[in-house]
């Protein structure tokens, strides 16, 4: 299996995507060219970067596989996790729900809600545990005060928009696009200042 990621989980850039497409990308297209383009577009939207599957044709296959990866080896095996329940179910809510503001209240609510015994603490632990994968960041929210931004909720952003593909419900453009954005800005930061891993750790919200 090709590796699958490289050191900062930021995998084949939109160029080297439509590289790998055999696509050369020039000032002026017919319009069959710009067609294409935007349709190779919405697939890099929906399924990544992910150099194996750009280049596979079992894309869902093998980003089931990767999907489960991370959650087996990167997060329940690495951190000795016990209750595997809550484990798979905070997984799975964090990669539908990427783009988007999240708190453990509402984590621990959900778990409650859907019959499973746990305590708040053991989420706010697991959740920690996850971003540590270096697969998922958790942004704080932008205030110039610093009880503010330590509080939750976090907004969740993913390295691959891929990785939701085996447990997304609907295609939501608008939030593929903002996590496809985020993991550009933050990879052009990264190659400005290679000695810093994360360099966005805020997020802000229009109305407070």
Aim: hydrophobic share 40%.
């Amino acid at each position: 299996m090709v590796e699958l990621y490289h050191f900062y989980c930021f995998r084949s850039a939109s160029g080297s995507f439509l590289k790998a497409k055999n696509i050369d990308v020039r000032p002026l297209l017919t319009l069959d060219e710009a067609a294409k383009i935007k349709a190779l577009l919405r697939e890099y939207l929906e399924l990544g970067g992910f150099p194996e599957v750009v280049l596979n044709e079992m894309k869902t296959k093998i980003l089931k596989e990767y999907s489960d990866l991370i959650l087996f080896r990167d997060f329940i095996e690495r951190h000795s996790v016990k209750n595997i329940e809550i484990a798979r179910f905070i997984h799975s809510f964090i990669l539908q729900n990427f783009s988007r503001e999240v708190s453990i209240a509402s984590l621990f609510k959900k778990a409650m809600d859907g019959g499973m015994k746990v305590a708040k603490d053991t989420v706010y632990s697991y959740v920690s545990n996850l971003e540590d994968t270096v697969s998922f960041f958790f942004l704080k929210k932008y205030s110039e005060k610093a009880y503010l931004r330590e509080t939750w909720p976090k907004k969740i952003y993913l390295c691959d928009t891929g990785l939701s593909k085996a447990v997304r419900f609907h295609e939501d453009i608008g939030k593929l696009m903002e996590n496809i954005v985020f993991s550009r800005v933050e990879e052009d930061a990264e190659q400005k200042s290679p000695t810093r891993v994360f360099l966005l750790e805020r997020y802000w919200r229009k109305g407070g």
